[in-house]
């Protein structure tokens, strides 16, 4: 059996994998997982540190189960009950990072930071096929699946040309009016992208109310 050594050492090296880590203690807790006992999904195979996850991964997976947030006028949906409670401590205000700046909360450490970068205009993430920057590794995420690719999409109206369906039906919304248009559910202002109501919820009601966006 693996015995994890108290003594780790600065590197904090995953001796098994090689993965590294920040400190001690979150090596510690993945050196756990290589020695902790499996629980193996018996419909596909998948496995688990804890048989409560695998059974929740059965009941959300393989038998349709799904979890529904009960507070009044948000009708999210979650795949097992983890994602469930993370979900409401958005409504309980409970945050694990606060802008020292703004004094905005965030649950999640990667929002914290993108937020952080926002502040500061740094951008840290660069794309390596075109060079373009962005503040957060989401959005990096999002442009890397369009980055080169041809302009196939055709407006009917403009004939302006689009990469996806979607940037040319949010072409359509924005330029054209055409579609429906997004409301925001605290004050009811109209905007005509989506992006545009998160950015609108986020600076004027709170980053608690993005999460309940459709």
């Given amino acids: 059996m693996l015995e994890i050594d108290q003594n780790l050492t600065d590197d904090f090296l995953c001796p098994i994998c090689g993965k590294e880590y920040d400190s001690g203690a979150q090596l510690k807790r993945h050196l756990m997982g290589h020695i902790a006992p499996k629980f193996r999904c018996p419909e596909c195979g998948k496995e688990y540190r804890a048989n409560n996850r695998m059974q929740e991964h059965i009941q959300s997976v393989h038998r349709g189960r799904n979890f529904h947030c ?4 948000c009708e999210k949906v979650y795949q097992n009950s983890s994602s469930l409670r993370d979900h409401i401590l958005v409504h309980q205000k409970v945050f694990r990072y606060t802008c020292e700046i703004c004094e905005r909360g965030f649950r999640h450490r ?6 952080m970068n926002r502040h500061y205009r740094i951008r840290p993430y660069e794309c390596a096929v075109c060079g373009k920057k962005y503040t957060n590794g989401g959005d990096l995420t999002n442009h890397l699946k369009l980055c080169g690719k041809e302009r196939t999409e055709l407006c009917n109206i403009c004939q302006k040309m689009f990469k996806s369906k979607q940037n040319l039906k949010n072409h359509k919304r924005i330029v054209h009016k055409l579609g429906d248009s997004f ?32």
């Fill in 70 to 73: 009960t507070y009044p006028g």
């Fill in 183 to 214: 409301l925001c559910s605290v004050c009811g202002q109209a905007f005509y992208a989506k992006k545009a109501l998160s950015d609108h919820l986020e600076k004027n009601h709170g980053e608690e109310q993005q999460s309940c966006l459709p």
């Fill in 110 to 115: 990667n929002q914290f930071e993108g937020h």
